[in-house]
Every structure is written in structure tokens, then in C-alpha cells.
């Protein structure tokens, strides 16, 4: 069985990233691959307890490094007991967010040193890196907007990050960007502006070229 694909949608708060993985997964439902979306911090039971943990509270509640040691912990269990299994068994998986995000907030925006970062990831996933990034570039004081409208129907746990002001969200910006133009071979900038629809065309532009997908491949490969 030809192994899955592994896309991971990135950017900062309130960018669209997880409307765009589900109609992403949508669309190749439609076309009768086999689709898992999942999301980090999360996407293992291990992993999912760990979430509320990282992300309600005061915002100094962690500083960086224990951030970082939290959320590799949640990756290493997501990637090792969903990511791989899925994709050995020839699903496609679809993640909002894996390891670029820990780059940039525990990395670029906290002003940590990226290769201490680098190095535990080293421990928690190996060599283990998506086949395509997302990386959905947005203006974060209407990012942070919208994500604050749309956290007043939430509970606290989603709002420790949004609550960490402009400044940090800028910071988080740059730092996706940073990584876009280092790995220009994996990550693929989306700009976020316009409607869903308009977005959802540009995601779709990149994948159906990048893997070859289109009604004739497809109905070949599933014959």
C-alpha cells in the first residue's frame, strides 16, 4: 500500500488555517482518499490532557522552555501512535499545526535560542517532517481580532496564546515567514486574505500540482 501524504497547516491566531485543512479534507474525501485531521496540542488521548494544561491560565503561567518541554511531549506521543500508523496505512493526514509552531512561539516569538528548540524536537520526532506546509500569512492585529470574537464562545483554554499581545503576534509573523524562506522545498506561503473560497482555491492550487491529484489519477489509483 503506497504510503500517505502528510500536510500541516500553519500561521498565526485567527488566520483560517483550521477552515482551510477541513475543506481541504473535504475535498479529497470527495475524491475517495482516506483522510485523518487532527491538530497539535492534541490528537492523542496523552496528548489532548496535555492541552488544557499549555494553553488556559495566566500568560506567564509557563515561561518558553516549559512550553517547549509540554508540547514536544504531546508531538512525540501524536506523531508515534496517530501520524505514523495513519500513514503507513495509506491515509492522508492533516494536521493544524506541528512542529514550525513550536519554532515560532516557544522559538522566534519567545526570543529563545532556535536551536534549543531544534534539539528537542530532535528527540521527540527524529527525522519525522510533513511532505507539505501550509503557512498562512495574515496581518495578526485582524488575526487576533477575529480570534478573540470567536474565543468569547469558547472556554479559557483557548485563549492563553491570543492574550499575549500585538508585539508577540508580530514576532510570530516574522518567524513563519523566517521558516517558509529556509525550507522552501516543504513550506508553501498562502496569503490569507480574501474570502474561504478564495483562500481554499490557493491551498488547493498547490496540492492538486504538487501531488498530481486530479479525477483521471485518481480513479487509476483507487481502480
Not at 503561567?61 to 501512535?81: F, P, Q, Y
Not at 532556535?114 to 534539539?119: L, R, S
Not at 510570530?172 to 515567514?177: H, M
Request: hydrophobic content about 40%; charged content about 30%.
Amino acid at each position: 500500500m503506497p504510503r500517505g501524504k502528510f500536510i500541516s497547516f500553519e500561521g498565526g491566531e485567527g488566520c483560517g488555517k483550521t477552515t482551510q485543512r477541513n475543506r481541504l479534507a473535504e475535498r479529497l474525501k470527495a475524491m475517495q482518499l482516506e483522510i485523518v485531521t487532527t491538530r497539535e496540542l492534541g490528537g492523542t488521548p496523552g496528548a489532548e490532557a496535555l492541552r488544557p494544561v499549555m494553553q488556559s491560565g495566566d500568560i506567564d503561567r509557563w515561561d518558553a522552555v516549559s512550553e517547549l518541554l509540554i508540547v514536544m511531549a504531546g508531538r512525540h506521543d501524536h506523531t508515534e501512535k496517530l501520524i505514523k500508523p495513519s500513514l503507513a496505512a495509506g491515509k492522508w493526514v492533516l494536521s493544524d499545526r506541528f512542529f514550525d509552531s513550536t519554532h515560532v512561539y516557544q522559538g522566534y516569538a519567545a526570543n529563545r535560542p532556535i536551536e534549543q528548540v531544534k534539539a528537542v524536537q530532535k528527540i521527540a520526532v527524529g527525522d519525522f517532517v510533513p511532505d507539505l506546509t501550509f503557512i498562512f500569512d495574515y496581518d495578526p492585529t485582524k488575526g487576533l481580532q477575529r480570534a478573540m470574537q470567536d474565543a468569547s464562545t469558547r472556554t479559557e483554554e483557548n485563549t492563553r496564546f491570543e492574550r499575549k499581545g500585538l508585539e508577540f503576534h508580530q514576532r510570530v509573523r516574522e518567524g513563519f515567514l523566517t521558516i517558509a524562506r529556509e525550507n522552501p522545498q516543504r513550506c508553501v506561503v498562502i496569503n490569507a486574505e480574501g474570502t474561504i473560497e478564495e483562500v481554499e482555491a490557493r491551498v488547493w492550487a498547490v496540492v492538486s500540482e504538487r501531488f498530481g491529484l486530479n479525477e483521471r489519477t485518481l480513479a487509476a489509483h483507487h481502480a
